[in-house]
């Protein structure tokens, strides 16, 4: 049986005694033979247990466990090392009940006499003072929103003595760090310019860390790129060319459809047919008999899925002598954001065969766009077809940009 184990000096002796713990203790000291007396503290809350033991002229090992026999329950060890003349256990115990206290030796030689002193504190939450195992108690709050994760705020004490992080931040907005939902902070906007935006060049402005305002961004009218803000731009201020001179549509030149007596509005006359294999982007029905043109220079035509199944094709040809890049995309009548329906762009050569890869969605819309290298004297067709092939939709425009 353990000793009672009372607040204030217990003097005890190991000489004569054996090695009562079963399996000995070699967690921390010793080597599991040396005499050894067990004492039980019998907690009536929880709080702080602090344990001195003194030994006289021996070398002493103090440890405790939550169950004596049960060496996985250890609490804690401090053998007497160096210079050290007595042991020092400070146990913060959660809940009231036994802790066993054993009083070992380094040896089986090590044993004598000695004095076990234990005082213990009682844990109060309330009073102010963080103790045991509480976080927090009160007004006294020793952590930090930081230190639990949060990037800022006030960190408080709840009545159970855990933390309140209810005023604790996940993104403060004003500080330049992009966190938590925030879209955007001050000037950082990740790796987003004006051109993710479709502009040219200006400056993204921040609104309060939630949205992302294009209105400093800019583009120029006859630069041949199309911006967000523009309905066309066809690298020209020229008028009559389907785009005028502020970037206006402007009379566009008409798709025409072919005859087709079984779908008279179907240019490829089977709608809605793929090859095995090819998906969504690639269809086979497209007749080198049916397009419009040919265009060898800079013109913006109109256009329509009219059936479903409508394929609407274009030749296009270059009449110099050396290659040239030809810009390609649809877009709605009021620019990139009103494309009416999911265009896909595909190239094929002079026999029919596609060329390069099928374009879907550009820009961050459902308008597609590519560049067809077109070498001096070829000709090639342009197709503009609907997303698997299966939606009527229009009018789409369709720019061809010619250097």
Do not use: K
């Amino acid at each position: 049986m353990p000793f009672a184990l009372g607040a204030g000096s217990n003097a005890g002796d190991t000489t004569g005694a054996t090695s009562v713990i079963p399996g000995g203790e070699t967690s921390c000291a010793g080597d599991g033979n040396a005499p050894e007396q067990v004492w039980r503290f019998d907690a009536p809350t929880p709080g702080i247990l602090a344990l001195t033991l003194t030994p006289d002229a021996w070398v002493s090992v103090l440890h405790a466990r939550a169950a004596c026999a049960t060496s996985s329950s250890a609490l804690g060890c401090d053998p007497l090392t160096g210079q050290q003349t007595e042991n020092q256990l400070t146990l913060t115990l959660g809940a009231a009940g036994p802790v066993d206290v054993i009083v070992d030796g380094d040896d089986a030689s090590e044993a004598g006499a000695y004095v076990l002193e234990a005082a213990f504190t009682q844990v109060v939450c309330g009073d102010g003072a963080v103790t045991g195992g509480e976080a927090c108690d009160g007004t006294t709050v020793p952590g930090s929103c930081v230190a639990e994760g949060f990037v800022g705020g006030t960190l408080a004490c709840e009545a159970d003595c855990t933390y309140d992080t209810s005023g604790c931040l996940t993104q403060i907005c004003g500080n330049g760090a992009i966190e938590g939902n925030e879209q955007c902070d001050g000037t950082n906007f990740g790796t987003r310019t004006c051109a993710n935006y479709v502009f040219e060049g200006g400056s993204l402005t921040c609104n309060n860390c939630t949205t992302i305002s294009t209105a400093s961004c800019t583009s120029t009218c006859g630069s041949g790129f199309l911006t967000a803000n523009e309905a066309c731009d066809d690298g020209n201020l020229a008028a009559g060319d389907g785009c005028s001179s502020t970037c206006t549509v402007a009379s566009p030149t008409l798709e025409q459809e072919a005859p087709d007596t079984a779908t008279p509005d179907n240019d490829d006359g089977a709608p809605n047919t793929l090859n095995a294999g090819d998906g969504p982007l690639v269809t086979n029905d497209f007749d080198l008999a049916r397009f419009n043109g040919p265009f060898s220079s800079t013109i913006l035509i109109q256009g329509s899925m009219n059936v479903a199944g409508d394929e609407d094709a274009f030749q296009i040809t270059n009449s110099t002598s050396g290659t040239i890049a030809v810009r390609v995309q649809t877009q709605g009548p009021a620019g990139l954001a009103s494309c009416p329906g999911d265009t896909v762009l595909t190239v094929r050569d002079g026999a029919g065969a596609v060329v390069g890869s099928p374009s879907d969605d550009s820009f961050g819309t459902v308008c597609s766009a590519l560049v067809v290298n077109l070498p001096a004297g070829v000709t090639a067709f342009v197709i503009v077809s609907d997303f698997e092939d299966n939606s009527a939709f229009g009018p789409y425009l369709l720019q061809l940009d010619f250097p």
